[in-house]
């Protein structure tokens, strides 16, 4: 059978033969797609936020978020690992696919769900991941099976030593084949999608770049380490850590300038979820960090870069880690898939200033039992904390301080059931570990009911 020619391709030859199509100076293809998602890195361990602190230093992205649009309110799914990466990849609240926790979608996204890079194939895209992957632990969960052409990370757990490389329960793989590297692994990451560059550039690619940094165990080179001296050790390492993933997202950056290919390229980059505050990573202003749904737990370092396409700047647009596959799917001129609904939007109307963001509603849930949940609508966020509530206006108190609980019952009861006609449309929290190729998981537990809840609701103190 013969290969249909890519739609890239399709493309160019129409604007050869019509000129008028597409004016002078359009690109011959689809734009190439970097996603880089850091792991547990702190709101202000970036440069780039105001309220960093004065050890802080990561010089290279900085210059990306010059380039970019920098989303001051860009949020995650999740306030852990694999959760987030859920949606990511799906487009989709992990929730519908029964995955609320770490151990749920860690053990496995369902094998029939359509993820990332299997949008892409239509358009002629090549894919890579690179890093962590952590939606399956098992070598049939392999993202080389989910439409990633190229694959070089690992599998299963939330971190991965940054050294040792010869665990045999918890390999690197290229493909779907143990190998033994040698070095740090936050530069071997940046390596290979260097090289995934240099062998891909005459064609539309992904390349989804998934750091473990700066993501427990704490090690970095000790070299790295000594160039700085805050007094606590784990606070050094934690900073060293990151400026090597900024080195590599540098050199990641250079080599697609170096390549010609920089102004038709879309750039994310954002952070999974919230540092951990018992690591010393930092938040500021935000309250919280990982494993809470307060902002310091999914509010993240969120940018958009297109050279020529998004004007550099900030936005204050609410936008969702859900928005960036609808986006990439836009820009790659892609229309949304029919009959797979996606939770996130497209976002290059609101930010190249096209349109005007409208109010959204963005939820979190972390399952039935001793419930973590949260809801943000419009400027209002409720976060209920196992039984217990508070109500924020974060216009005015971002680092929610001021809990309005107790003195607006009824804005609390309308984002109640904000939330339940959410949490009604998601299914019921699977207890599978390690199901092999998208096989349903039995024995669902019930779901708690919204009576359920209020018998337990109390105002944070």
């Known amino acids: ?20 199509v597409c004016p002078a100076g359009s690109p011959p293809r689809p734009p190439n797609i970097v996603l880089i998602v850091a792991d547990d890195l702190g709101y202000a361990d970036v440069s780039f936020n105001p309220r960093h602190a004065r050890e802080v230093t990561t010089p290279n992205l900085d210059r990306l978020a010059r380039e970019s649009v920098i989303c001051r309110q860009g949020y995650v799914t999740g306030h852990v690992c694999s ?16 995955l609320y926790t770490a151990g749920e979608a860690g053990s496995g996204v369902p094998m029939k769900e359509k993820i990332f890079p299997q949008f892409l194939k239509t358009a002629g895209y090549t894919s890579m991941q690179i890093g962590k992957w952590h939606l399956g632990p098992t070598p049939e969960w392999s993202p080389a099976l989910r439409g990633f052409d190229e694959v070089f990370g690992f599998l299963g757990r939330g971190g991965h030593d940054y050294y040792d490389f010869h665990d045999p329960e918890h390999p690197i793989y290229r493909g779907t084949k143990p190998v033994k590297p040698e070095g740090y692994l936050t530069d071997l990451l940046g390596d290979e999608a260097v090289a995934f560059i240099e062998r891909r550039k005459a064609d539309p690619f992904f390349l989804y770049l998934a750091f473990n940094a700066v993501h427990a165990p704490l090690q970095a080179p000790a070299s790295e380490i000594a160039r700085f001296n805050t007094g606590n050790k ?115 109307p609101v930010l190249s200033g096209r349109t005007t963001a409208s109010p959204r509603n963005l939820f979190w849930c972390s399952g039935s039992e001793d419930p973590w949940w949260a809801v943000r609508s419009g400027d209002w966020k409720l976060v209920c904390e196992r039984g217990r509530i508070g109500l924020f206006d974060l216009s005015r108190d971002v680092s929610e301080r001021d809990d309005l609980a107790g003195r607006m019952p009824e804005k609390v009861a309308e984002l109640t059931r904000l939330h339940d006609g959410w949490l009604a449309e998601m299914a019921s929290p699977t207890k599978s ?17 919204k009576a359920d809840r209020k018998k337990k609701s109390t105002p944070l103190p």
């Open 1 to 20: 059978m013969t290969r249909p020619a890519p739609r890239w391709l399709l493309l160019s030859l129409l604007a050869a033969t019509f000129p008028a």
């Open 83 to 98: 959760p987030t990466r859920t949606g990511l990849m799906t487009g989709r609240y992990q929730q519908r696919l029964g």
């Open 234 to 348: 784990d606070r050094d390492t934690r900073l060293a850590m990151g400026k090597r993933m900024d080195d590599v997202i540098g050199n990641v950056v250079a080599k697609l300038k170096r390549e010609g290919i920089w102004e038709n390229t879309v750039v994310f980059f954002i952070s999974d979820n919230g540092g951990p505050l018992a690591q010393s990573a930092d938040n500021a202003p935000l309250r919280g960090g990982k494993h809470s749904n307060y902002e310091g737990g999914v509010r993240v370092p969120f940018l958009v870069c297109w050279p020529g396409r998004l004007k550099p700047g900030e936005s204050q647009s609410v936008v969702s880690s859900l928005d960036i596959l609808p986006t990439a799917l836009a820009a790659a001129g892609l229309a949304s898939p029919d009959g797979n609904l996606l939770d996130g939007i497209n976002l290059l």
């Open 433 to 449: 570990v390690g199901k092999r190729f998208g096989l349903e998981p039995a024995g669902l537990p019930p779901r708690k009911t």
